[in-house]
Structure formats: structure tokens, C-alpha cells
């Protein structure tokens, strides 16, 4: 393999959210993620824990950072939590105690050679905005969270270089999590997916002018959860199938934030769903003036998905109509697919259809990784990385991708999006369990001395 761009930064991202613990500690207020009622991924037994200590990040970020600096990052994405530094949510008030925690995290990187990239609405809404008003199925609450964002981009221009506006937004239609919002009785599926995808791109939207207005030199993105869809064969309704999907979960989005408006594909559906209210003027004009200051694209990605026919257009967009399981890949013990090909098809995807810089700011695989002997042996994590480093590789040196930067799903265990502490995605591992917090000691695993050559190497020694 041959050296990576000059400047291509090689690091790792964290939720934190997940990751923190303190829980109502120095201000902070319960948020979605502390209050999310898990349902356990398929096939696997319940083992959710509760979110109060997490892997303790809050009391012990220095030493996680440090870990970070030995591994030679470049770059650490992290996310500011809603409700530790606007704990109210609709009330303007700024905790000060939550802004600096933030700031000496963001000074802490700095001073380590690390770029802080700063990552905005990670299941972290404040719970009571949940609770009053159905999160951003309100129109309300895309100005409460306009207003916290400028807040923290004033306190933090100069300071953070890189920012992402929302995380994984194209999953915000899934509701209480992601957007902090569930389907009121009555309400289509096609009304909802319209409305929360309005206000969240308008949030989006929103975000970048003002990031814009507090730093003209930030470099923003816009991110999505981004997994290519295949066909489950060359049948013409599968070929249709996988289409429509692609569009609908993984293009609609990232349309919108790079025009400023909504694609016919996707108005068509809307009014053959009988859904057509007009947007007001002025939200496509800032959603069009933010398409202008969009820097880059950002994606995590994880596996590929395939789709079969026949299947109509609103069973693919409103109700997964066309999943289907892709027989020639294997899986890690969650069903989730391994494809390190996905990823060099997604980046070609993207690099065709936008003609941006692009930014893998997630990618992993989640273990039950084992303690023996005071030591984690986890092949697997470094087999799945390097194959994906590989295929990211190829699309830069041979397709002319231009990527900024490989951020791995995680730098240390915390719990996952569905609170297990038993799938561990880190290269340092967390010594607790779901029921024993132990001494939460962070071990480095295999995986942690395996990136850091990596890195060393600028990609050159997988």
C-alpha cells in the first residue's frame, strides 16, 4: 500500500453521550440516550446498563486522550452534549460548567497534536424538549437547537478547525433517538417522514450558518449513516428495488444539504402519499444558502444492505419493504454484515454523485471482546480495519477519491447505541461489565499497538 495523503487524519471518533457517565453531574440535564427504553438488536439477549457512569469519560478524558496521543492520532472526533451545555434545552440558559469541561477537552487534544472534529446532536437532545414537544417533529425546536449551536461555535471558534452538524441525520426518521420524536396517532408514515425531515435538514441547515458566522475558516460537514445498497440479483425489480432504497435512506439527505432543496424523486413519493404541503420560502432559502458553505461530506459506515422485489416505493422509504439479507458476506455476532468492498463503492458512490471531499468519521466492528490474562487478543477488530483501510486505500490511489480522513468507531469502549457494554468497539478496553463497574482500568487491546503502526506508517504497514 502506498502512503496516504499528506495531512490525512488518522485518528478515531467517540459518542459522548455514550462514553461520559455524570450523569446529572456539574448542571447537565437527562437527555434521550439516558432515558431510551433498549430494544435489544436481533437475536441477541437484552444486556442494556444504565448510563450514569458509562466508561466514566467525564472524570477520566485526560487519560483517555493521552491513550490517543500514544496511538499518534491526528484527529479525535468527539460530540458536545445538548443537555450538559444548554441543560433546559428552550430556555437560552448556557451551563458554564458544561462549556468548560468541553473547552479544556478541546484544549487538551490540542495541546496533544490532536484535531479536535466537533460532532453536534448525537442522541443527546435534552429529554424535556422530547417530553414538550415531540422533539423536532416541532418547529420550535429546530430554533432551540440553532441557538445551541451558536452558542458553542462562538465559545469554540479558532479553537475546532472541523465540524459535523448532526449525526447519522438520515436516521433521524427512526425517531426518539435521533430526533427526539415519535409518530403522533394519526399522522402518516409519509407525513412524518416529511415533517422530521424538513425541520432536522433545516437544523442542519441552520447549524452551518451559524458555525459559518462564528469562524468564516471552520470546515463543515454534514453527515449521514451511509451503506450502498446491492441487488439481491439482476432481476429488473431488484435492480429497481435497490434503486429506490439507495435514493431514499442514503442519497436524500446528502441531496438536500448540497442543494438546498428536495429532489423530484422524492416529491413525487411525498404527493403520491398524499402528502403536500408547501415549504415555507424562507427555510429553502437558508437551506440553500447553507448548501453553499458546505465543506465536506461525512459518513460512517459499517456494512452494505441489499433490496429485493417487487416492492412499492412507500414500503421502501416508510417501511423497509425491500430489506434483504446478502448471502455471500458473513456477519459479527449481531448480524451486522462485513464489507470492506462497501466501503470503496460507497466513496466511488458519493465522490460521483457530489464531487466533494469526503470524510469517513466512523467505521468498526463490535466484539465481546475477552479479558485473559490481563491482555485482549482481538483479531477480528484488526482483521476488519485493515481490510477496510485496503478498500479506502484503493479509492484514493486508483479511483481518485479525495478523502480527508479515516476516524475508527472507537477509540475506547463505551456503551453502543443500544447501551451493551458487552459490544466493545475500542482499541482500549474498559474494564467493567454490565452489572460490575470493576475498576473501569483502560487496557490497551492487540488493536491499539496494530493502529498505532498503522498510523506511524501513514498506511503503509496494514
Not at 485493515?386 to 479506502?392: G, N, R, Y
Amino acid at each position: 500500500m502506498k502512503p496516504f495523503p499528506k495531512n490525512f487524519l488518522w485518528g478515531a471518533a467517540t459518542s459522548n453521550v455514550q462514553a461520559e457517565g455524570g450523569y446529572l453531574e456539574d448542571g447537565k440535564s437527562l437527555n434521550v440516550y439516558d432515558t431510551l427504553e433498549v430494544q435489544p438488536e436481533i437475536g441477541t439477549e437484552p444486556v442494556a446498563s444504565d448510563t450514569s457512569v458509562a466508561s466514566d469519560h467525564y472524570h477520566r478524558y485526560k487519560e483517555d486522550i493521552a491513550l490517543m496521543k500514544e496511538m499518534g492520532f491526528k484527529a479525535n472526533r468527539f460530540s458536545i452534549v445538548w443537555s450538559r451545555t444548554h441543560p433546559g434545552g428552550d430556555d437560552g440558559v448556557v451551563n458554564e460548567k458544561g462549556m468548560a469541561y468541553y473547552e479544556d477537552m478541546i484544549d487538551t487534544m490540542k495541546a496533544a497534536g490532536i484535531e479536535p472534529v466537533v460532532s453536534l446532536v448525537h442522541f443527546d437532545m435534552p429529554d424535556s424538549l422530547y417530553r414538550k414537544y415531540n422533539g423536532f417533529y416541532d418547529r420550535r425546536v429546530v430554533d432551540f437547537y440553532a441557538d445551541h449551536v451558536a452558542d458553542i461555535a462562538k465559545r469554540f471558534a479558532g479553537k475546532v478547525k472541523y465540524w459535523i452538524t448532526y449525526n447519522e441525520i438520515n436516521l433521524a426518521t427512526w425517531g426518539h433517538l435521533v430526533a427526539g420524536a415519535d409518530r403522533p396517532e394519526g399522522v402518516s408514515e409519509a407525513a412524518f417522514h416529511e415533517r422530521i425531515t424538513h425541520h432536522t435538514l433545516l437544523a442542519h441547515a441552520k447549524a452551518v450558518l451559524a458555525i459559518r458566522a462564528a469562524d468564516p475558516e471552520a470546515k463543515i460537514g454534514g453527515m449521514e449513516a451511509y451503506s450502498p445498497i446491492y441487488p439481491a440479483t439482476c432481476a429488473p425489480e431488484d435492480i429497481f428495488a435497490a434503486d429506490f432504497t439507495q435514493k431514499v435512506k442514503q442519497y436524500l439527505c446528502y441531496d438536500i444539504m448540497t442543494t438546498g432543496d428536495y429532489p423530484a424523486y422524492y416529491k413525487t413519493l411525498l404527493k403520491e402519499e398524499g402528502v403536500t404541503s408547501e415549504l415555507p420560502a424562507e427555510d429553502i432559502e437558508v437551506m440553500k444558502e447553507a448548501a453553499k458553505e458546505l465543506d465536506y461530506l461525512a459518513l460512517s459506515y459499517y456494512s452494505s444492505g441489499a433490496a429485493k422485489g417487487p416492492a412499492t416505493k412507500a414500503d421502501i422509504a416508510f417501511r423497509k419493504g425491500a430489506g434483504f439479507a446478502n448471502p455471500y458476506l458473513q456477519a459479527n455476532e449481531w448480524g451486522w454484515k462485513i464489507d470492506p468492498q462497501g466501503l470503496r463503492v460507497a466513496l466511488n458512490q458519493l465522490t460521483d454523485r457530489y464531487h466533494k471531499p469526503l470524510f469517513i468519521v466512523e467505521n468498526g466492528i463490535g466484539l465481546d471482546d475477552q479479558l485473559v490474562d490481563g491482555k485482549i487478543i482481538d483479531d477480528a477488530r484488526i482483521a476488519y480495519h485493515k481490510a477496510h483501510i485496503e478498500a479506502m486505500g484503493q479509492a484514493i490511489q486508483e479511483d481518485g477519491v479525495d478523502l480527508m480522513g479515516y476516524l475508527a468507531w472507537s477509540p475506547f469502549d463505551f456503551l453502543s447505541s443500544h447501551k451493551e457494554v458487552r459490544k466493545r468497539y475500542g482499541f482500549v478496553y474498559v474494564n467493567r461489565t454490565k452489572d460490575d463497574l470493576k475498576d473501569l482500568a483502560r487496557i490497551p487491546k492487540k488493536s491499539f499497538y496494530w493502529y498505532k503502526n498503522v498510523i506511524e506508517s501513514d498506511g503503509t504497514k496494514l
